[in-house]
């Protein structure tokens, strides 16, 4: 359930980088969210997080792929408020479908509600140097 729950989410994150539809994006995190990207301070806060994210979709990245790496194996019993964890990997596509970059991500996600998550906790890494 749960891994159903993290491939549809980041499915939607995918999404809404192709929709350039930043407040879309913010709307997939905990209004009390902490992001902390490659090279930039922590971001606290959906809305925090929904101006970087406008930001990203300027820069010119117009796809994304999220793909899990490794699951908390309790996640199938977090109860309500409880968070688990994902790591996974990324890759960001321009609009010609050229990989612009590449890297790592763990995600603290929390269980809003039953079969509702929400991104809580999101740090990511660019493989490029």
Not at 7 to 28: P, V
Not at 97 to 126: H, R
């Amino acid at each position: 359930m749960a891994a159903t729950l993290v491939n549809e989410a980041n499915e939607k994150w995918g999404q809404m980088i192709r929709d350039k539809n930043a407040k879309g994006l913010a709307a997939l995190y905990t209004e009390d969210t902490q992001v902390l990207p490659t090279g930039s301070p922590p971001l606290i806060g959906r809305a925090a997080f929904e101006k970087f994210a406008e930001g990203v979709i300027a820069s010119g990245i117009s796809n994304a792929k999220l793909l899990t790496a490794l699951l908390d194996p309790t996640a199938d019993s977090v109860p309500v408020g409880g968070t688990f964890w994902e790591r996974g990997n990324y890759t960001f596509y321009n609009d010609t479908g050229d990989v612009i970059d590449v890297g790592k991500f763990v995600v603290i996600w929390k269980k809003v509600a039953p079969g509702n998550i929400q991104l809580y906790i999101d740090i990511f890494n660019s493989n490029n140097a």
